[in-house]
């Protein structure tokens, strides 16, 4: 079963896996549940998670239940217990939304939720992230996840959202980032998919982010602040939640 759901991972679009997750989701979530892990989105337990990764495959990341991936997970526990997302009305933007969050953020009712990517059927909004069709200080909230990676002009992008942004408002801007690594890097000289997904992750990536991607925020006007969530849970439970140990949540704020 995990076998034959990598080789899907890895072979279909991502548009069309969407729509196949709908289906699928129920059978994985029968057959692998237990009580070993658990996915906090939804509260449901399983015996395993799925394989997941572009290339090198990470074990026991992919939630059966909701798609979630261990950055999904964290964001979701970290926004319930240190933000009054979940209770207080907040216009909200969400670039490229995840599926985990998609339908439960947009119901919400205290919510004003908007979606927008280039790309996703999920987004309401079809825009580009360095010229993007909102209004100055208008939003409370920015949600833009695995997104400026992906971004060739990303200081562009940044000032966007800066712009875009509500004076007191707050977004998280997760990237995959390299915290051993100083210095962001990059190489527009090398071409070849197979090398760019060796040294950026995945061969749609522009960049591997190092620790001054902070730094970078900060210099387009931000506060942010560095939370490392899982140094407030006891190891049982970031074990039980399968997150990344030390993953660090970029908060900004204007």
Wanted: aromatic content about 12%; charged content about 30%.
């Amino acid at each position: 079963m995990k076998k034959l759901f990598k080789l899907i991972l890895n072979t279909i679009p991502r548009p069309i896996l969407i729509r196949l997750s709908y289906v699928a989701r129920p059978v994985l979530a029968f057959f692998l549940k237990g009580d070993k892990f658990t996915d906090p989105i939804d509260g449901k337990s399983f015996k395993t998670f799925l394989p997941y990764g572009y290339g090198t495959q990470r074990n026991n990341v992919l939630s059966p239940s909701t798609l979630s991936l261990e950055r999904h997970r964290l964001l979701w526990l970290y926004l319930k217990s240190d933000t009054d997302f979940f209770t207080a009305p907040k216009k909200v933007l969400h670039f490229a939304p995840e599926q985990a969050f998609y339908k439960r953020f947009r119901a919400m009712k205290h919510l004003d939720y908007v979606t927008t990517d280039l790309n996703s059927p999920l987004a309401d909004v079809k825009a580009d992230i360095c010229n993007l069709p909102f209004k100055d200080n208008e939003f409370d909230v920015i949600l833009c996840n695995h997104v400026l990676e992906h971004i060739p002009d990303d200081t562009k992008a940044m000032q966007e959202l800066y712009r875009i942004m509500k004076p007191g408002g707050y977004g998280i801007f997760q990237i995959p980032q390299d915290l051993n690594r100083a210095e962001t890097f990059e190489d527009d000289t090398i071409t070849d998919q197979k090398e760019r997904a060796a040294i950026f992750g995945q061969y749609d990536h522009v960049r591997i982010y190092g620790r001054d991607y902070f730094d970078k925020l900060r210099s387009i006007g931000f506060t942010v602040e560095e939370v490392d969530y899982t140094a407030t849970l006891s190891d049982e439970d970031v074990m039980r939640y399968c997150l990344a140990k030390g993953e660090v949540i970029p908060v900004v704020r204007k």
